[in-house]
């Protein structure tokens, strides 16, 4: 008896827990198997693209860069970004830029968070999600740099999955399993 309230409230807290997942995500070119590779001296810009593509409302991101910035900046005037509904070409600009001085093998990673903005409908409580994204940096030698035309293009398998979408299937397979649970029963 105690086992199935428990089972109950835990699955009563997942549902309410639910709407609280982001339903907006980030891209990067690089990840941790496909770092950016960058020589002493070498400035580069790229794009980060954000992504709406779960719920149906628009939302308003603001970006902050939380690491790197010895080595990155954030390069659009307005950094709150409106990422309609439907939408997973909204570009985040980053330029990079490494010191003369940087040695040979040195690892940096870019970090930028995305907070979403909620307008003030009179309500007294809002959850905003956020999502980070963090770009791995390595520095080589210049003949160890591919240039900047003849980089490898994404896979689409790396471009990311919804975190919304995995939450998802994630309670489905809980309540699938609890209805399984009680029938053995």
Aim: zero cysteines; glycine letters at 8%.
């Amino acid at each position: 008896m105690i086992k199935s309230r428990f089972s109950f409230g835990f699955l009563i807290a997942l549902l309410l827990l639910s709407p609280l997942v982001s339903a907006f995500g980030v891209t990067a070119p690089y990840w941790d198997d496909n770092p950016l590779i960058m020589y002493p001296g070498q400035t580069r810009d790229f794009a980060l693209t954000l992504q709406n593509m779960v719920g149906n409302e628009d939302m308003v991101l603001k970006a902050e860069l939380v690491t790197g910035a010895e080595i990155a900046t954030l390069v659009d005037e307005e950094l709150e970004y409106l990422v309609p509904f439907g939408r997973k070409d909204i570009k985040v600009n980053l330029r990079v830029e490494i010191p003369e001085d940087a040695p040979f093998d040195k690892e940096y990673s870019i970090g930028v968070s995305f907070k979403q903005i909620l307008e003030d409908e009179g309500k007294m409580v809002q959850m905003a999600g956020g999502v980070g994204k963090y770009v791995p940096v390595i520095v080589k030698s210049e003949s160890e740099v591919l240039p900047e035309e003849e980089e490898i293009p994404i896979p689409e398998e790396e471009k990311g999955f919804p975190t919304a979408t995995v939450v998802l299937l994630l309670v489905i397979v809980v309540i699938l399993g609890y209805i399984i649970f009680k029938k053995k029963k």
